[in-house]
């Protein structure tokens, strides 16, 4: 919540100046009488060059003065000082120590200096002082277009702006991933919607391969015009540069300098929940321990949920902490705590069971560093009085703070609006090594069902995501609006829980790299033109392998989806696109995110939990594999929980895929041997593995010894090992499972007549009717609609094919009488499918299916009621070259829902 300063004034910091640079050497150019500095003024022509000890320079040019430093081989710092003394506002605070300087080395090249390492050459021009920065090839990276400049308040860095050069970073810009021809505020403001900047960040990147930190706590404005002109509210100029070459460089060399994002606990990647459960003025009067019955209602409700913030209210408190933390993990939840009233206190609470800390606005800018102190002293008072890592969420932050907590975006207003600018907002922060950025779900006033199912959909695919309760004019937890919105959150937070091994490993990736999972598709696709253009502004990818693309509308259509080179996959119903496309028409009714898998993705899953704490010794590791050439994915594994890992307590396993690129061949799958050891670790785990492919496998064998088939999913179900593969699951997965292996041997598995993701099988193969074209169509009640039931109105309104409580992700729902007609020129042999009445209809509704082909009646169900089992059926077809699926009414028309359930023709 919003608060002011007042809190946190016991936490000032003193500001020192660092002393000048002392260097030793040779004056290269004459020294020349100062002038007074002018209040407006830019770098003059140089008049002294003295280089200096472990890779430092200094420059004088007139009465300004600056200094080079290498850090290393790519990144270097630039200072300058109209007036010749030199300070350092941030100290310590955010660059942290770095190694042993590079090599060096200089020379004069007539109209300039070059200071190089083996990868850069720094260049500085005599005539009037200017930077540019070349790569050990020649080629340039970036240049000056004046010298830098001041005034009495401000200094400016104007460079030059590449016919295409592309521009991310500055933090968390509401609203905004890409900065060409923008101009973005640096510094802190109150404006939690779109075009505020509560979460920016003095550091941007560019495509040409470079990237930029403004060392300060100074305000600023970057404006990426041409030419580029950055300028901070101080007279002084700092700033480290990051040669890069690629922006994923560029971030890992940024948050080498400034710091890692932190390892969140696991339950820290969970939803988590909070409100004020004491002398609420909005919810009446309640006590602390009335969590409990919040976290009973997410436990009756199948909701998955890692913790709680009890006191989440200005003026709230808390009582009775202890009982309620130790009720919050019986219910495998942990305790969190709002710092209304600062963290003097925080020792205690911790000891009393708290694990999770939001902390008070606060801000960095004038000097201030409030923010940053804050989310320190939390995290490291979580440590410090605990086993447990720190865990801080934090609505103001700067340089630095990804080392210690989540970016919040602060308080906002469900809404349409709310979703669609946060989608680039929380993208395009990771390029500014912020690896945890996220809003409440739904916001924290106004809202609906629809926009919270919405909300919660995409948000689902970000790391860090909580619901903020008790503010709106009811609750917000995903349950409170009944159905079918609890369905649909329950089943994107299952979801969630089960690719918590595949965000975790992200997670522990991003304290080696910096880089966060949610990502702008240019920080992937850095060559693809349209990646950083708004054509892809309102999508992202969770990892290398999830495109997501959220509705943000009140609509069940979504246009404009871009999906990049390679081949991506309908993550529910198998369907394959060849990417660089741009998908239109994209059917999503209110229970279907827009979700996309990469073609060779490798994806670990804990299958059927609802929180971390299911897992036991004995729960098997699954992998979702789309096979397509070559790829891997490595699983990281500790303790998640405590800071053991930083003395190597963790492991890692990794799964490579070989498969065909194109057509049908044999998929191997390598998992390797677990490395590592940590308090808990599985020695020995059953396997699960979900094969992707259009056509089934002629053999599974793992270790060379066969595995046995099973026809039937509920034998297959009952069984410690073997495989199974079901046509109706997304076009065709082959499921196989093991039995209990030892994590310390690796293993191979291998599965012949895998076709490729995006590929077509030799010979026939089968062609899901609701993905082709209907030569004509008649319908009772509104249009037959693809891959739903029928919702008598739109082409998109009904819900899930549901037969007898079995889902089916393909097919065709309509509403009798009914005649769908297909070309099927003589190509289809055969058409199967399992028909019904849709489980929406209850207690009415009779009527026949019927298969047509050229005039003929080839088959024709008895009469089907809302009571009947699922009819299976296998149609052969002949040479039909056209074909026609009825549905009949026996009686009235009241009901007549009929479904086609994975109907699909066998074509060559």
């Not at 049908?664 to 940590?678: E, I, Q």
């Not at 207690?843 to 699922?870: E, K, N």
Request: aromatic share 12%.
């Amino acid at each position: 919540m919003r608060r002011t300063l007042q809190h946190w004034r016991g936490r000032s910091a003193s500001l020192g100046l660092a002393a000048a640079l002392s260097l030793g050497g040779v004056t290269i150019a004459p020294g020349l009488a100062q002038p007074a500095v002018a209040a407006n003024g830019s770098a003059g022509a140089i008049t002294a060059f003295t280089p200096g000890a472990a890779g430092s320079y200094a420059i004088s040019a007139g009465a300004a003065k600056a200094r080079v430093s290498f850090v290393s081989d790519q990144v270097f710092r630039i200072e300058l000082t109209p007036t010749g003394n030199f300070a350092n506002p941030t100290g310590s605070d955010i660059v942290l120590p770095q190694g042993t300087p590079p090599a060096t080395s200089w020379r004069d090249a007539g109209d300039r200096y070059e200071l190089s390492t083996a990868a850069v050459t720094l260049r500085a021009y005599k005539s009037a002082l200017r930077f540019g920065l070349y790569r050990a090839d020649g080629s340039k990276v970036w240049e000056e277009t004046k010298p830098l400049s001041w005034t009495d308040k401000a200094t400016t860095q104007t460079l030059g702006r590449g016919a295409t050069e592309q521009y991310f970073g500055a933090g968390e810009q509401n609203g905004s991933f890409s900065h060409r021809g923008k101009t973005v505020e640096i510094g802190v403001d109150y404006n939690w919607n779109e075009g505020g900047h509560p979460n920016s960040v003095p550091f941007y990147l560019s495509s040409a391969g470079y990237g930029v930190y403004r060392n300060t706590y100074a305000p600023g404005t970057y404006a990426f015009n041409d030419p580029v002109t950055t300028t901070e509210q101080e007279t002084r100029f700092d700033a480290y540069y990051f040669a890069g070459p690629s922006s994923k460089d560029v971030i890992g060399q940024y948050t080498t300098l400034t710091g890692k994002p932190f390892l969140p606990p696991i339950y820290g990647l969970e939803m988590g929940d909070s409100d004020c459960y004491l002398h609420n003025a909005n919810r009446g009067e309640r006590h602390t321990l009335d969590a409990l019955k919040i976290a009973d209602d997410y436990l009756a409700n199948d909701i998955p949920n890692g913790w709680m913030l009890v006191n989440d209210g200005y003026g709230c408190g808390y009582e009775n902490l202890a009982q309620t933390a130790q009720g919050l993990q019986q219910r495998k939840m942990q305790l969190g705590l709002w710092t209304e009233d600062g963290l003097t206190k925080l020792a205690d609470q911790v000891k009393a069971g708290q694990r999770v800390a939001k902390l008070d606005v606060a801000w960095v800018g004038s000097g201030y560093k409030f923010a940053l102190d804050g989310c320190k002293a939390a995290y490291q008072g979580i440590e410090d009085n605990s086993t447990a890592r720190g865990f801080t969420w934090a609505p103001e932050s700067w340089s630095g703070a990804q080392r210690c907590g989540v970016q919040w975006s602060g308080d906002q207003s469900g809404s349409w609006d709310y979703i669609r600018w946060q989608i680039p907002t929380y993208a395009g922060a990771t390029m500014s090594g912020l690896a945890y950025t996220s809003g409440d779900v739904d916001g924290i006033f106004g809202g609906s069902a629809q926009t919270y199912v919405r909300d919660l959909q995409w948000k689902s695919f970000l790391p860090a995501i909580m619901s903020m309760d008790g503010w709106a004019p009811s609750d917000k937890q995903p349950y409170r609006y009944g159905e079918p919105y609890t369905s649909i959150n329950r089943k994107y937070l299952k979801l969630k829980e089960s690719l918590l091994p595949y965000m975790y490993s992200y997670a522990a990736e991003a304290t080696r790299t910096g880089v966060g999972a949610v990502r702008p598709l240019a920080l992937e696709y850095p060559q693809d033109a349209v990646a950083a253009t708004d054509a892809a502004k309102y999508e992202f990818l969770s990892g290398r392998d999830f495109l997501v693309a959220p509705v943000y509308s009140d609509t069940s259509v979504r246009d404009g989806i871009y999906l990049p080179q390679g081949t991506w996959v309908d993550y529910w119903t198998g369907k394959t696109y060849q990417g660089p496309t741009t998908v239109n028409g994209y059917s999503a009714p209110l229970d279907t995110l827009p979700l996309f898998v990469r073609a060779g993705a490798v994806v670990p899953m804990w299958p059927g939990v609802s929180s971390y704490q299911d897992r036991t010794a004995s729960s098997p590791l699954a992998w979702d594999i789309y096979p397509q050439g070559v790829n891997s994915f490595s699983l990281y594994e500790d303790d998640g929980v405590t800071k053991e890992h930083r003395q190597g307590r963790s492991a890692t396993q990794s799964a490579t895929v070989t498969a065909p690129a194109t057509g049908v061949g044999r998929a191997t799958v390598d998992v390797s041997a677990s490395v590592g050891d940590f308090a808990g670790k599985q020695t020995t785990r059953p396997y699960r593995f979900s094969v992707h492919s259009v056509s089934a496998p002629t053999a599974v064998a793992l270790g060379g010894r066969a595995l046995a088939r099973f026809t039937d999913r509920a034998a297959f179900d009952a069984a410690a090992e073997g495989w199974f593969f079901d046509t109706a699951d997304r076009g065709g997965v082959a499921q196989v499972k093991t039995a209990s292996l030892s994590t310390a041997t690796a293993f191979q598995l291998t599965l012949d007549g895998i076709t490729a993701l995006g590929a077509t099988a030799t010979g026939p193969s089968w062609a899901w009717a609701s993905d082709l074209p209907f030569a004509s169509q008649t319908n009772g009640w509104g249009p037959a609609e693809r891959d739903r039931s029928n919702g008598e109105q739109g082409a998109a309104d009904g819900r899930t094919l549901t037969l007898n409580g079995t889902t089916f992700t393909k097919g065709i729902g309509v509403h009798a009488d009914s005649d769908l007609e297909f070309v099927t020129g003589g190509k289809c042999s055969s058409f199967s499918a399992t028909v019904g009445i849709d489980d929406e209809i209850s207690g009415y509704g009779d009527v026949t299916f019927s298969v047509v082909a050229d005039g003929v009646t080839l088959w024709t169900s008895p009469t089907l009621t809302s009571t009947s089992a699922p009819l299976p059926v296998t149609v052969p077809l002949g040479s039909a070259a056209r074909v026609h699926l009825k549905v009949t009414t026996v009686g009235t028309k009241t009901g007549d829902h009929g479904d086609w359930g994975a109907a699909k023709f066998l074509c060559s």
